[in-house]
């Protein structure tokens, strides 16, 4: 069993930053790949980025390339998502999630542990 808690929410206007950071405790951080994913009010989960289990991977959605970057600390036994020129559609609820395998994926339903959620507000 992962738990796994998210912080670093909040409100932005457009064009500024803001850095999640999800913390995993439970079982050994390193034995597992990491991803974000998002949830607006009335859409579907959606994927963000994900991180390998060493860091050496990442994966990001086209809609964020370039302006979000996912890491992870291992020692820490936290992944990041750091994003940049945020825009008023990225708004929605930020989830990290944990799975247990060697490929990273896009697919919600690959990821064993997920978080409670994190609100990002980002204002026009």
């Known amino acids: 069993q992962v738990q796994l808690v998210e912080s670093g929410g909040g409100l932005v206007q457009a064009g500024g930053s803001l850095r999640l950071s999800c913390a995993a405790s439970?079982?050994?951080?390193?034995?597992?790949?990491m991803g974000w994913f998002r949830q607006a009010p009335g859409k579907e989960r959606e994927f963000v980025s994900a991180?390998?289990?060493?860091?050496?991977?990442?994966y990001n959605a086209p809609s964020v390339k370039g302006r979000f970057t996912i890491s992870r600390d291992n020692a820490k036994n936290t992944v990041y998502l750091q994003m940049n020129s945020l825009k008023p559609e990225d708004t929605a609820v930020y989830y990290c999630?944990?799975?247990?395998?060697?490929?990273?994926?896009?697919?919600?339903?690959?990821?064993?542990?997920w978080g409670q959620g994190t609100q990002v507000t980002v204002s026009s």
């Open positions: 439970g079982r050994t951080f390193s034995n597992y790949a």
């Open positions: 991180i390998s289990k060493s860091g050496g991977s990442t």
């Open positions: 999630a944990a799975r247990v395998g060697v490929v990273i994926t896009s697919i919600p339903r690959d990821y064993d542990y």
